[in-house]
């Protein structure tokens, strides 16, 4: 498929489209299948409004062969460039769970998701896997290891120059050399002790069906894929429904620290 969409997309011409979409004007676009861009509490197709907003900025109408849209897209770079938020539609599985581990002697998790609701995530495997939507956690190792944040995939893997957020990566905490390849994640709940409620590494252990998972039994990586029974178990301890589906910007794409 050819890729005809503009570069120069800005937030401006995505909110003119927006503003057209919900005229009704003509176009050429079908409904999404699988994921929806935010804006003011609506749901719209992600690939339709970035080819209108295209039209708006260059005078000429492109169609949906014209541009690819979904995962590690250009249209959908555009979108989370400017702001805006792409979530899977209402009643759309998730593809997968994971759980992301970090390692406090080499990075210091606990500062880094005290500051930002918006992170980043080394991602040297799974890369194809990964989808926009997928529900995740964050663990730590070592002493204190256990689960310590919830949240959801965001922006797929890529070369950590062409990150949405460039302010989010919270280079200044690492202890050595970071990691190239960045996956974005939003957190929606961030329990760093036992007086906040995070999962410790014990209570896996004492758990008959996760004391089997990847993470108990060979917990050297970063990425561990869940299979759907520990995503449930996992999420249930941490008493949140999978089917999580926050709406709001994360507070780390102004810039502010949390």
Not at 15 to 21: G, L, N, T, V
Request: some cysteine; glycine content about 8%; proline content about 6%.
């Amino acid at each position: 498929m050819p890729e005809n969409l503009p570069g120069e997309i800005e937030r401006d011409h995505i909110i003119e489209a927006i503003s057209r979409y919900d005229s009704g004007i003509d176009h050429q676009f079908a409904e999404s299948t699988v994921y929806d861009v935010l804006f003011n509490g609506k749901r719209y197709p992600p690939k339709a409004i970035v080819g209108i907003a295209s039209e708006v900025l260059t005078g000429t109408s492109l169609g949906p062969k014209d541009f690819k849209g979904g995962q590690e897209s250009k249209c959908f770079r555009v979108l989370q460039r400017s702001g805006f938020q792409i979530v899977r539609k209402v009643g759309a599985e998730a593809d997968a769970a994971w759980i992301f581990q970090g390692n406090p002697k080499r990075y210091d998790i606990d500062d880094y998701l005290s500051r930002y609701s918006y992170i980043y995530w080394s991602a040297p495997r799974h890369r194809s896997e990964l989808r926009v939507g997928d529900p995740c956690l964050v663990w730590r190792s070592g002493e204190k290891a256990g689960a310590i944040a919830i949240g959801r995939i965001a922006e797929a893997p890529q070369q950590i120059s062409d990150v949405n957020f460039l302010d989010c990566l919270g280079e200044d905490l690492w202890r050595d050399s970071p990691e190239t390849i960045k996956v974005g994640i939003e957190v929606d709940d961030v329990r760093l002790d036992e007086n906040e409620g995070y999962i410790p590494r014990s209570v896996l252990l004492t758990n008959s069906l996760l004391s089997q998972s990847r993470i108990i039994r060979s917990s050297q990586g970063t990425v561990f894929r869940l299979t759907p029974d520990e995503a449930k178990e996992l999420f249930s301890l941490w008493n949140t429904p999978l089917d999580l589906a926050p709406e709001a910007l994360p507070t780390a794409m102004e810039g502010a620290q949390r």
